[in-house]
């Protein structure tokens, strides 16, 4: 028999623990694989049965851990076969989330019916693709149904170290593929458009961008932000103004209570019956905002806790601001499943944690000093958590929020719902405050960056980054600490994070083949010294991949251009368009401009540090065609004892002339760039068992329509036991030179296969 003082323990233990092993269960739930979530459920059911005080804790864990699971397999479309290539299919195709750029339309085409029943893939009815239609001769809307040709590939998308993964993206946001139309057949009658989409519609004859400010602080509509004004809000960490966040929810929720009140206490002011109301039609409120501009996980997370938060004051009982938090997430990642693997998710989740610590259970100061400290604390969290997610920091977050976090709360909000009034009753002229607010907040925001543009941390301290300053601020937070013990706790946890930006570990020599998909581009790195060869494509739309390698794209020593072609020389135009410094560009024949240009010829080149870039073709009498592939820029780099060779496109008759040419001098290459992304134009046997080479590496697009690179070719090099990398399975290959000793690694692991190279390692 029990004691009588056990059953008190046991219930605060039980009731304690529910929600956070709960939280925890989920989070499992939808990250862990089938056969860890096995085990786990297993341990699950154990401690139910075996440990009383944790059973109904553990049962409860155990059902969320199993509906998280269930919830993420199930609802997770079936994305088309990376087998499968490229298709041509027709399909009925309802047009959503519609972006326009100036000569393509890009949204979300979810299918309505399928004519072909004779696809070669699975169709299904709600499905959706991402899809592109250039140039379109009608005017295209939200809402439209259109029988249309299309031509679709499989989810993928640049993969480089460090770097936002779009093909991870597309999965998470439910697209089944990506494309383009090809043909649009007939319009069918239109479907039905969301709330959100019409009110979106009735801001286009507006002033362009007060219309798109609106749009995207109102109703979440982030895609109607040009690039250059998410770079300004990211520079100045206000991103989150203008992503419908916690912020709005609170706003909209503190707004209709306040008026709600004031309405029926004038109605009604001796009637009981109405005092609750007031957070009734608030939390009405929120729900209704929710469903207007989508179920995100910082949306959700607000609006849970509003809602608990509603019901305390209103006089119920209900969880503490602890269990109020993991219930949240419980139930937002019951509500989506794929939160956990946007950084919103976890920024959401941060920030209010953070929130908790610094002020439950203590009394509140003043307005101002309440305003001023909640922003330095959530400035060191938020610091760390961006520091460590996305490498980067913005210095003058801290000053700009103290004034644009009450301008934007105080001021452009309740503008905002008077823009409203007026888009809704056809009176422009309550726009105009709301512009007026709008414009002064972005030219302030714009000063403050050109004065302390973003930082972009070196990977190499992220870590101590994050640690560094998420102690400083626990050391701001801990209680009972005298002004004098905070300062030097504060400057001990920041003196590593100084003395490590100050100091930075000297960087060897990289050389990196990025993911550009069907192009090539190389860059390498040494000691703050940066060459880039060739710049990768550029698409029809005027978007060229190598805009997704850097926030900025820093300036560069020298720059290689090969050849012509557009999957080797289509960045440059994009470079030029941003500004970006190229001291010297190097190409096969000579061109005039602003930057200084130099025609690579064989046996010119350069030196820097110890490293020396020799050019080894075309010859200096050489006259060939000028759109030929045999025209490329041959450039070996030789660094201490290691050498990297970059081919180019040309042809084998090219290759055994170098090999004639050069003989020893390229023999024990430890690095190649195979010659036309591995094509068997290319990659002659005689010359690969010459080279030996130890790592050679494909730049190919996925499921590209030329076969690159070529069966015969990868087993050439097979043959020699030559470790191959492949940019449309590997992404990014890095190789760095440390201490002697040449070390390859990829941005991402194919599936099934080990981490590391394709093939065996060369002897040598």
């Not at 909640?374 to 961006?386: E, K, R, Y």
């Not at 550029?538 to 390698?549: D, K, N, V």
């Not at 072609?565 to 410094?581: K, P, R």
């Not at 024990?668 to 690969?688: E, K, L, N, Q, Y």
Request: hydrophobic fraction near 45%; aromatic fraction near 10%.
């Amino acid at each position: 028999m029990h004691s009588m003082g056990e059953a008190p323990f046991h219930r605060p233990l039980q009731s304690a623990m529910t929600l956070p092993l709960a939280g925890l269960s989920a989070l499992a739930g939808v990250t862990l694989e089938t056969m860890m979530l096995f085990w786990l459920a297993l341990t699950l059911a154990v401690l139910a049965v075996i440990a009383r005080p944790w059973r109904w804790a553990a049962v409860f864990a155990l059902a969320v851990l199993m509906l998280s699971g269930l919830d993420l397999r199930l609802r997770a479309p079936e994305p088309m076969p990376e087998s499968m290539g490229t298709v041509t299919l027709e399909r009925v195709i309802r047009i959503e989330a519609l972006e326009r750029d100036p000569n393509r339309v890009r949204f979300r085409g979810r299918v309505d019916t399928c004519p072909d029943k004779r696809d070669l893939i699975a169709c299904k009815p709600g499905q959706s693709y991402r899809l592109s239609w250039y140039d379109p001769e009608p005017v295209v809307h939200s809402g439209q149904r259109w029988h249309m040709t299309l031509r679709l590939k499989p989810n993928h998308g640049y993969h480089n170290f460090n770097r936002f993964d779009y093909g991870a993206w597309l999965s998470r946001e439910g697209y089944v593929a990506t494309g383009y139309v090809l043909a649009h057949n007939a319009r069918l009658p239109d479907a039905s458009v969301t709330l959100r989409a019409r009110l979106s519609s009735m801001l286009s004859h507006l002033d362009a961008r007060g219309g798109r400010w609106l749009d995207a602080l109102t109703l979440g509509q982030g895609k109607a932000l040009t690039r250059d004004e998410w770079e300004q809000l990211r520079d100045t960490g206000t991103t989150h103004l203008f992503v419908v966040s916690g912020l709005h929810v609170g706003l909209i929720v503190g707004g209709l209570w306040w008026v709600s009140r004031r309405v029926i206490k004038l109605l009604c002011p001796l009637d009981w019956r109405t005092r609750r109301a007031p957070w009734f039609l608030a939390g009405v409120g929120a729900l209704f905002y929710a469903t207007l501009v989508g179920w995100g996980p910082a949306v959700s997370r607000a609006t849970i806790m509003a809602l608990i938060a509603l019901w305390v004051r209103s006089g119920y009982r209900a969880p503490s601001p602890w269990q109020g938090w993991w219930l949240a997430l419980v139930l937002v990642i019951l509500i989506d499943p794929s939160a956990p693997g946007r950084s919103g998710f976890w920024l959401s989740f941060g920030a209010v944690a953070w929130l908790l610590l610094m002020w439950l259970d203590r009394p509140r100061p003043r307005p101002w000093v309440f305003l001023v400290r909640t922003q330095l604390f959530l400035t060191l969290a938020m610091a760390a958590m961006l520091g460590l997610s996305h490498g980067q920091w913005a210095p003058i977050s801290l000053a700009v929020n103290l004034i644009a976090v009450p301008w934007v709360s105080v001021v452009m909000m309740p503008l905002a719902c008077l823009a409203w009034i007026g888009v809704l009753s056809g009176i422009d002229g309550f726009v105009l405050p709301f512009y007026a607010a709008s414009t002064a907040f972005w030219e302030v925001t714009a000063v403050a960056a050109r004065l302390a543009p973003v930082w972009t941390l070196p990977e190499a301290v992220t870590s101590v980054w994050a640690l560094g300053v998420s102690g400083a601020a626990l050391c701001l937070l801990l209680p009972g600490l005298g002004l004098r013990t905070r300062g030097v706790c504060v400057c001990a946890m920041l003196c590593p994070v100084v003395l490590v930006l100050l100091n930075p570990t000297p960087q060897s020599f990289r050389v990196t083949v990025h993911d550009v998909g069907q192009g090539l581009a190389v860059s390498v790195e040494q000691a703050g010294y940066r060459v880039l060869y060739d710049t990768g494509a550029r698409f029809r739309s005027g978007f060229a991949p190598i805009s997704t390698l850097w926030d900025r794209p820093p300036a560069f020593d020298e720059v290689v251009v090969s050849h012509g072609d557009n999957d080797h020389s289509g960045g440059l135009g994009w470079l030029h368009e941003q500004a970006v410094v190229m001291a010297r560009i190097w190409r096969p024949v000579a061109e005039t401009g602003a930057v200084a240009t130099a025609r690579c010829r064989a046996g010119r080149g350069w030196s820097h540090a110890g490293t020396r870039f020799t050019f080894l073709w075309p010859l200096a009498g050489a006259r060939l065609p000028e759109g030929s592939n045999d025209r490329s820029c041959v450039l070996l780099i030789e660094h201490e004892a290691i050498k990297i060779l970059l081919m180019g496109d040309v042809g084998r008759g090219v290759e055994r002339q170098l090999l004639e040419r050069y003989g020893d001098a390229l023999r024990d290459v430890d690095v190649m760039v195979a010659s036309h992304h591995g094509s068997r134009t290319g990659s002659d046997p005689a010359v690969i068992r010459a080279l030996s080479p130890r790592h050679v590496v494909f730049s190919a697009g996925k499921a590209n329509r030329y076969g690159h690179p070529h069966p015969e070719v990868v087993a050439s090099f097979k043959a020699l036991g030559v470790c191959q990398w492949r940019s449309d399975l590997h992404g990014a290959v890095r190789f760095d030179y440390v201490h002697g000793e040449l070390k390859g690694a990829s941005s991402r692991t194919p599936r099934g296969i080990e981490p590391g190279c394709l093939g065996v390692e060369s002897a040598r």
